[in-house]
């Protein structure tokens, strides 16, 4: 009979999911067979089962999932130590321990978008402290420029204020002459005022009728 189960998930649903996955990676086993497992306790398809597990349950359980493959690398490494005490005694050699199959599986769906967003993260740290270096090293290239543009405005300045002291004198000058004359337009007004001109005195004279001249201008 196939497995068509649709309710929803339980709270023990979940806890026995997350329990059998955990017992699995601890004894050395993959996920797969903890998700057929599941399926046939809770008569569930072991896809539903995966779906599930990485949609809602692992995040939960992230710290026991890493405690449960340290757990595993330990159990593998006394095993190892056991078969080497029963071997003859031989030259001693290095065998490096076998290759954990999570190691070669794919990330799943949510753990590869938390290492993309973490990567994107560094990604954009790593850009900012390039640009935060690029506008020092601008900075300290145009430094000496802007302090030569600053001694040519203090140059500027200090010309400026002493032709501004020159027309200032000038027009101290300039004033004294203007008052000056002035004053003498003032005393040739009040001269011209008080003083009576002379007149020139030019006799004029009339023919009287006996022939006589008459002075006519007194």
Known sequence: MPKVRQDAWSHEDDLLLAETVLRHIREGSTQLKAF?????LLNRTSAACGFRWNAEVRQKYEQA????????????RKE????????????AAYYPPS???EDF????????????????SEEI????????????EQESSTQP??????????????????????????????????????????????MVLFEEPEQDY?????????????????
């Open 105 to 120: 599986r794919l990330p799943e769906p949510e753990a590869e978008q938390e290492m993309t967003s973490r990567a994107a």
């Open 36 to 40: 057929d497992e599941v399926g046939d």
């Open 80 to 91: 190892a130590k056991e078969q080497q005490a029963y071997q003859t005694p031989q030259p």
């Open 125 to 136: 740290g790593l850009n900012d402290v390039i640009q935060f270096l690029k506008g020092l």
């Open 145 to 190: 420029s802007v302090q030569a543009r600053l001694n040519e405005l203090e140059e500027e300045n200090k010309s400026l204020s002493e032709q501004n002291s020159q027309l200032h004198r000038k027009l101290e000058s300039v004033t004294e002459d203007y008052q000056a004359l002035i004053q003498i337009m003032d005393r040739a007004r009040k």
């Open 202 to 218: 030019k006799p004029q004279f009339r023919m009287e009728k006996n022939g006589n001249l008459e002075n006519v201008a007194r």
């Open 99 to 101: 290759p954990d199959p």
């Open 65 to 76: 999932v890493e405690l449960a493959k340290k757990q595993r690398k330990e159990k593998k």
